[in-house]
């Protein structure tokens, strides 16, 4: 009689170490990392980084790369009266020390009918990362989890456990792909505003910002404030006057004022640039607010 396991060339025995194999890949301990990229309701991101290769003491980018369905956004580190931050965290092995996370500079986009902080383009978020200096040469493969809120005229909460395998090693190697983009959203971070003479004021339940430029530097128009803090609500439209040769503007306070209520925190965005040289349209403040004045 012919053995039916000679027609296709497989012993008997082979379905069933095949299937023992499985079984011990699938076993508890020993699950496959979680992957790289994940799809939710308005959105897809994937976990990427700016190097291939890292190498001891090196300080790299861990990122998370936002792509956004049409109408919907996510949310800066401020998100104004609605949303949540989204967040990047990162398992890291011992010895490696990370910084806080970079975002883009934001956006005013709609929830509903309430203006917010956020951003409806695609973006990229930045972890730094600053590996120890001595590190093995080998595979490195970094479990995070990632959380956002993506709206619309509703909102969904999204959560994902990503991770990412590099390696580890000398010479330092970049990825071709991402490290340009991490470069680029280093280099859109908001300067200092310099040079410009900015006072700040307590008008009952709002904030009078007065911006003077230094003498020859172009007005930028069309300005806005973005409150780093949650002391100025970000739903309100901001009417900016011109003052002598600058602008002033009534900032209304939030209702979830923050601890700290003496400084003036944020971005300065308009159309044009608020520094002399490279093209600067946002730009960073912290004012000390003056006290209210006695009746």
């Known amino acids: 009689m012919i053995n039916p396991s000679r027609l296709t060339g497989m012993s008997p025995m082979r379905p069933f170490l095949a299937l023992l194999l499985l079984c011990f890949l699938a076993a508890p301990g020993r699950a496959a990392a979680p992957p790289a990229t ?7 991101v994937e976990l990427v980084c700016d190097a291939d290769v890292v190498q001891p003491g090196q300080t790299f980018h861990l990122g998370l790369w936002i792509r956004h369905q049409p109408g919907y956004h996510t949310y800066w580190q401020n998100p ?10 990162p398992q890291l092995p011992p010895g490696f020390t990370v910084g806080p996370l970079l975002f883009p500079p934001p956006d005013k986009v709609h929830m509903a009918a309430l203006r917010v902080h956020g951003y409806e383009r695609d973006v990229l978020l930045a972890l730094p990362i600053t590996a120890p200096s001595h590190l093995s040469d080998g595979l490195l493969t970094i479990p995070a989890e990632a959380s956002w809120m993506c709206c619309q ?8 456990k990503l991770s990412l395998t590099i390696r580890s090693g000398s010479p330092s190697i970049p990825n071709a792909t991402w490290s340009p983009r991490f470069a680029a959203l280093r280099a859109a971070q908001p300067p200092p505003l310099e040079s410009w003479t900015l006072t700040a004021r307590r008008r009952d339940a709002a904030i009078e ?23 100025i609500c970000s739903h309100p439209r901001q009417a900016w006057l011109p003052y002598e040769n600058g602008y002033q503007v009534l900032l209304s306070l939030s209702d979830f004022l923050p601890p ?12 044009g640039s608020w520094l002399p040289g490279p093209a600067a349209p946002y730009a960073a403040i912290a004012v000390p607010i003056s006290p209210r004045s006695a009746p």
């Open 38 to 44: 994940f799809s939710g309701p308005g959105l897809a």
């Open 80 to 89: 104004g009266i609605a949303g949540l931050p989204t967040q990047l965290r």
């Open 153 to 160: 005229r509703t909102c969904n909460p999204g959560f994902a």
């Open 209 to 231: 910002l007065t911006a003077l430029p230094p003498p020859g530097l172009p007005l930028p128009s069309a300005p806005q404030f973005f409150s780093l803090d949650n002391l």
């Open 260 to 271: 700290d209520q003496t400084q003036l925190r944020g971005l300065l965005f308009a159309q």
